[in-house]
């Protein structure tokens, strides 16, 4: 893998010397080397973002083209284990998807790629030849194979080899890194489902006492508080919205704070200062809530009044946002186990492990605080990621 990566960068470099050169130079006519790598470049390109869907007839279908020109092979073909998925070059008009792998190759073993001298195809017309076929592997498993075939006659060098080799691993990078991405996209699935979970059964019995308490003296607040608990109950649980905009996340924390208002009333006063530009920015749902939920909690709930604080401004790439209390604060210590979750709750351990699966360990939560003198908790994610759409 590091031999590809340093071929991929190799190429990178040398395609920027060549840009540069022509700058400095008068025009002249590209060499048939400089062409190529041009050509191997483009190829190698235009199959990274399928390959990245994953492994499927689909994405196989899409990629196989590039391969053909990545390697210069007669034909070349994706299986899984067992089965073709998809079919590209000489011998198209008899060797398609769902064949079995057999028919064109013994299926690639996890350790090492393998040469056979004549493709073992029945079709009396068939123009290929010899075969190459490497394993496609993904954290170190076999998951299937990546074939180049060759017209009839033709002998296999070391070169061809060479190549197949580096094609199959460029293939096996691009699975990997979807594999990781399902991973993370699975882990912030279950983050969240574990924090729907445990929604605070305290607040929803203050929320729901404070409702009754305006039955009798104020019917209709009574009647608009219940449609906002409401509301706030089906957005976090609506099961099909992993992401949602910062300006959906914000009428959602408005909510929220509409029924701890019914609690509080004046004692509890809200800033709320956020740059337009950052609004339409995606961001994973219930990530802001719980840490406006603690600022009440810890910052006004054990005092009966307080002041909260939410800022969001953009930072060239990135998004910071932050909630400020200025209740009783916590030793450096405590933060530190409150951030981990090891604090007796989970809601900001959980936004946290949710920023970092979904967006890296360059992006999460940082808590800063002092005892009698408040806390911030400060989020900073991406203006964009690719895959992280809103619903």
Do not use: W
């Amino acid at each position: 893998m590091g031999f590809l990566i340093g071929v991929v960068v190799g190429l990178a470099i040398a395609a920027s010397a060549v840009a540069a050169l022509r700058l400095l130079r008068p025009p002249r006519v590209v060499s048939d080397e400089v062409r190529g790598l041009q050509t191997a470049l483009h190829a190698a390109n235009g199959m990274l973002p399928d390959l990245r869907r994953g492994l499927s007839e689909d994405s196989a279908r899409k990629v196989t083209g590039h391969l053909l020109t990545l390697t210069q092979a007669s034909a070349v073909a994706l299986g899984d284990k067992r089965r073709v998925l998809a079919f590209d070059g000489l011998g198209h008009d008899h060797h398609h998807a769902g064949d079995e792998l057999i028919k064109i190759t013994a299926p690639a073993r996890e350790d090492r790629l393998h040469v056979e001298s004549r493709l073992a195809c029945e079709h009396p017309d068939c123009p290929l030849g010899p075969v190459i076929a490497a394993p496609l592997l993904v954290a170190g498993e076999l998951v299937g194979s990546f074939v180049a075939l060759y017209a009839r006659g033709r002998r296999i060098t070391p070169n061809d080899t060479r190549t197949a080799a580096e094609a199959a691993s460029l293939v096996s990078a691009q699975l990997e890194l979807n594999a990781m991405d399902e991973q993370a996209e699975r882990l912030a699935r279950a983050e969240l489902r574990a924090l729907r979970a445990q929604i605070s059964p305290h607040f929803i019995y203050n929320a729901l006492a404070a409702i009754a308490g305006y039955i009798h003296s104020n019917p209709d607040e009574a009647r608009d508080l219940l449609t906002e608990f409401a509301e706030f109950t089906r957005y976090a649980f609506r099961s099909q919205r992993p992401y949602v905009t910062l300006a959906d996340e914000l009428g959602y924390v408005e909510k929220y704070l509409r029924l701890e208002r019914a609690r509080f009333g004046e004692r509890l006063q809200v800033r709320l200062q956020v740059e337009p530009e950052v609004l339409p920015v995606v961001v994973p749902v219930l990530s802001l809530q719980p840490l406006v939920e603690n600022a009440v909690r810890h910052g006004v709930e054990r005092r009966g009044f307080g002041r909260i604080e939410i800022v969001g401004r953009h930072l060239d790439h990135d998004v910071e946002l932050r909630v400020t209390d200025d209740g009783v604060g916590m030793d450096a210590e405590r933060a530190a186990t409150v951030l981990a979750g090891q604090g007796g709750g989970v809601g900001i351990a959980n936004v946290q492990a949710r920023l970092q699966a979904i967006f890296g360990p360059g992006y999460g939560l940082e808590l800063r605080s002092e005892p009698g003198h408040g806390t911030t908790v400060t989020m900073t994610l991406p203006k964009f990621r690719a895959g992280v759409r809103a619903a």
